[in-house]
């Protein structure tokens, strides 16, 4: 039988298993909101800053988003 493993994710030099979303306590820029979303993803941190900042430029609740994803996201231990 094959035993199904959580996919590994790679930061700042350190291999993790990826979880569920969670604020990292290093490599963040604010609240490591955008960063706990690239870490679930596998997605580039910086990519994920740029399209928030970009968006930010666009009508809508952005930054009331962000501020309850800080609220709601734990952080990563």
Known sequence: MLRRTRPRIRTAGHTRRMTTLSRPSRGKVIAGVCAAIADRFRWSRFVVR?????SIILPGPQFLLYIVLWILIPKRK
């Not at 740029?50 to 970009?54: A, H, M, N, R």
């Open 50 to 54: 740029l399209l928030f900042v970009v």
